[in-house]
């Protein structure tokens, strides 16, 4: 199993409450920080445990790439709470002060690199995973994407969840989609329909205190996997729950200083 670490505990809450949350640096600025104080970091600790974290062995980290990175966003819960069934995923979003980057061994995509702003600096924030079907994910959606439209990032219960506009229409592909049904057979969904998902979690959220792993609810041959709709499991699992559903459930564990 592939570990994953938080190295600074922040924004772990699955539906973010609305608060104010202003972006102070450039795209750039952050993946130059990934680049090189942020890989440092990563290497340091991936040699920690080469295995666990998924790496054949130490030359393997030594080589390891950092690719392009996305900002994060959050769900806003006040904007969910009053969305309709005609609301867009990313009307509700808010930025995180977080930046996603996927970290390649020769090409191929093996891991993550997640970069913060902690105490008006640039931070490691997590670092691990299995960042496979995500990468997948991203290039099935970019390749469909009209052309003046931009990818979005939305981590949502714990799961990458990609926004664009394809034929002048909002839609989302989820990571673990992909993990589930293939990269062929993971369907790009009305983005709307996965806000009247997320509404359903947090009404469920807000009465048994709750969280949930997100699956979006798609139509698929009937040779595949049945549809999985939202599963209710406790907030302190859900994450690595998501990570189950990609056939690589991380362990996750705070850091010790």
Do not use: C
């Amino acid at each position: 199993m592939k570990k994953y670490i938080f190295i600074t505990i922040i924004g772990i809450i699955l539906i973010m409450p609305s608060v104010a949350s202003s972006a102070t640096y450039e795209m750039d600025e952050v993946k130059r920080f990934a680049e090189s104080e942020g890989l440092d970091v990563f290497k340091k600790l991936m040699l920690e445990d080469p295995e666990g974290y998924g790496f054949k062995n130490t030359a393997q980290i030594e080589s390891v790439v950092v690719g392009d990175g996305l900002p994060i966003y959050w769900v806003d819960a006040g904007k969910l709470r009053a969305a309709d069934a005609n609301t867009s995923l990313q009307s509700i979003l808010r930025p995180s002060n977080q930046w996603e980057f996927t970290v390649f061994v020769d090409g191929t995509a093996t891991s993550f690199l997640t970069i913060g702003e902690i105490n008006h600096a640039l931070d490691v924030v997590a670092a691990g995973g299995t960042s496979e079907a995500f990468d997948k994910a991203y290039k099935k959606i970019s390749v469909h994407s009209d052309p003046d439209s931009s990818v979005i990032l939305a981590m949502i219960e714990g799961t990458h969840v990609l926004v664009s506009s394809v034929d002048h229409q909002e839609v989302a592909l989820s990571e673990s989609n992909v993990a589930l049904y293939g990269e062929q057979k993971a369907s790009l969904i009305p983005s709307e329909n996965v806000v009247t998902q997320l509404k359903v979690s947090q009404n469920a959220e807000e009465q048994e205190n709750d969280g949930g792993v997100l699956v979006l609810n798609q139509s698929v041959e009937r040779d595949a996997k049945p549809v999985w709709r939202m599963a209710a499991i406790s907030g302190g699992i859900a994450i690595a729950a998501a990570w189950a559903l990609q056939k690589a459930m991380n362990r996750k564990k705070k850091a010790g200083g």
